[in-house]
């Protein structure tokens, strides 16, 4: 009996033990990483000549949560400058309350936009506005960023020239702003080729036209915590919309897991992430 109650005991603690240095690494160790997650993509409606444009994607760097301090985001800048991208999108949600919707914030909006300053790809740096930053003030999250040269788009689209070709940028609005995906901008575009669409919310999709090549989003942050086997839980998302590359009804979308926290102040198996994209056409 006593042998029995020792070696409860004994895995009684290494659990115990086990829990507390996975909670120790997710709070201390992971969020303070930044990995470069690079895909080469395959897309419809995407031009031959246009093989290889490379678009780096940053989302949800939630300013002043864990980690994520004025170095940290000066250091995504660099190492998204080092990538020579043709494209710099930001997906969103730059913000980060110390309340869940108070005003109040954990990294001001002029801060996080100063750090944010240097960003740079031959055709231009373009962001989208998230929940949280709308939730906030999407007026000055908008101001403060174009201020440092950053250009935002909200249902309208930027015609980018490469060489002989063309590509259309449509910038959406948030989804769960009014729950709808305008496409009055889209029916600007003659020729439905070379689109990419760019938003917070990946469920977006689900309410996007078919012609699009491909959308970019954040929101979900990967769930921030992927367990072993059972992995990441959809909570603020459809589940086939987690991270990384998915195809639903024909449409394309790539998900960046993102750079900061919401909500517990964690990460696990989900480290912070720039996504750095190659396009293709699909045939």
């Not at 780096?56 to 301090?69: E, P, R």
């Amino acid at each position: 009996m006593k042998k029995l109650l020792k070696r409860i005991l004994i895995t009684f603690a290494l659990i115990i033990l086990i829990l507390t240095l996975i909670a120790a690494y997710s709070y201390f160790i992971e969020p303070s990483r930044l990995i470069v997650h690079e895909e080469n993509l395959k897309i419809p409606h995407w031009n031959e000549k246009l093989k290889g444009f490379k678009v780096v994607a940053i989302s949800d760097i939630h300013g002043g949560s864990n980690n994520v301090t004025e170095e940290k985001i000066r250091k995504l800048v660099e190492k998204a400058n080092a990538e020579n991208p043709d494209l710099i999108v930001l997906l969103g949600d730059y913000v980060s309350e110390v309340r869940f919707k108070s005003k109040d914030l954990r990294m001001s909006v002029e801060t996080i936009a100063d750090n944010l300053r240097g960003l740079k790809a031959k055709y231009g740096v373009y962001a989208v506005i998230g929940n949280h930053d709308w939730w906030h003030d999407a007026g000055k999250v908008r101001g403060e960023f174009e201020r440092a040269g950053i250009t935002f788009l909200e249902n309208q689209v930027e015609e980018i020239q490469v060489d002989d070709e063309t590509v259309w940028l449509w910038g959406i609005e948030d989804l769960w702003k009014n729950r709808r995906v305008p496409t009055e901008a889209l029916k600007e575009i003659a020729n439905k080729q070379n689109i990419i669409a760019i938003t917070h919310n990946p469920d977006s999709l689900l309410k996007t036209p078919p012609e699009i090549s491909l959308m970019l989003a954040g929101h979900s942050h990967g769930g921030q915590v992927k367990f072993p086997i059972y992995g990441a839980k959809a909570f603020v998302n459809d589940k086939r919309f987690m991270a990384g590359h998915a195809v639903v009804d024909g449409k394309h979308v790539f998900v960046t897991s993102g750079v900061g926290c919401t909500g517990p102040q964690i990460r696990f198996n989900v480290p912070p992430e720039i996504a750095v994209l190659k396009l293709f056409a699909e045939n």
